[in-house]
């Protein structure tokens, strides 16, 4: 292949193009939740929960990074969340849990942990029991050698989609699309290294606070009474209803 050759036909083909892309510039995306959200319920009903064969969904959103106060480093905050995730047995899954390999990455800039859960009536128990096992598995001081270890596993990642075209590209873009500029997307990989143990633990007090979460349910609305009668700050929708 003649390089050359191929440069001197692409610049005579697309010279004259003009670019109309709009210049980037970087995205802003409402708060899920903030510093004084409370437990709200926003439960959506499905008829469709009501056969046995569909089951009912529970998330659990906790509180945004950047909505720490005081604030912290939301690097800090990713790595604690990965590490005390990975403690749970019930949480390594990706069957049970859904998003954190992504965390920073959704649009959301939330954590949100999903489950499937067997009945409408099984919504209480299985939503107390997910609590209790995230108020457990976060209220253990984080260690040295917890911290290096998720910083090895962040450097390995980031290493594998470095040397990938594709991955890389998506990478990039994905992070711009979140919010991130260019800059941000360069020191990456030393913003998680420069994340010191004081600050993880920091942030673990605050990422999985439990009186200060949002709650998405999906499931049928009479056959969960018990369940929505449990929160004071409740939202009803229907399936095919516009969400606010």
Do not use: M
Not at 35 to 50: D, I, P, Y
Not at 230 to 242: A, Q, R
Request: net charge positive; proline share 1%; with cysteine.
């Amino acid at each position: 292949v003649n390089v050359l050759n191929i440069k001197k036909i692409l610049n005579e083909t697309f010279n004259k193009w003009e670019n109309n892309s709009i210049p980037y510039s970087k995205k802003t995306f409402k708060k899920v939740i903030n510093n004084s959200s409370g437990v709200a319920l926003r439960f959506v009903h499905s008829k469709r929960s009501t056969d046995k064969k569909n089951s009912s969904i529970l998330s659990i959103i906790l509180r945004n990074p950047d909505e720490h106060s005081p604030k912290l480093n939301k690097y800090a905050s990713q790595i604690a969340a990965n590490v005390v995730l990975n403690r749970s047995e019930n949480f390594k899954s990706y069957d049970n849990y859904e998003g954190y390999s992504n965390f920073f990455s959704d649009r959301w800039n939330t954590l949100r942990l999903e489950f499937s859960v067997s009945s409408n009536d099984n919504l209480l128990s299985e939503y107390n029991n997910i609590c209790n096992e995230i108020n457990r598995i976060a209220n253990v001081v984080i260690t040295q050698e917890e911290l290096d270890h998720q910083k090895k596993n962040i450097e390995k990642n980031l290493k594998s989609i470095y040397s990938n075209t594709d991955q890389f590209s998506f990478f990039v873009t994905s992070h711009l699309n979140t919010g991130l500029t260019l800059e941000e997307i360069k020191e990456y990989w030393n913003s998680f290294n420069n994340v010191n143990l004081d600050e993880v633990n920091q942030a673990v007090k605050k990422l999985f606070e439990l009186d200060n979460i949002y709650v998405i349910a999906v499931g049928d609305k009479k056959q969960s009474r018990s369940f929505i009668n449990n929160f004071d700050n409740v939202e009803l929708y229907n399936y095919k209803d516009k969400l606010k």
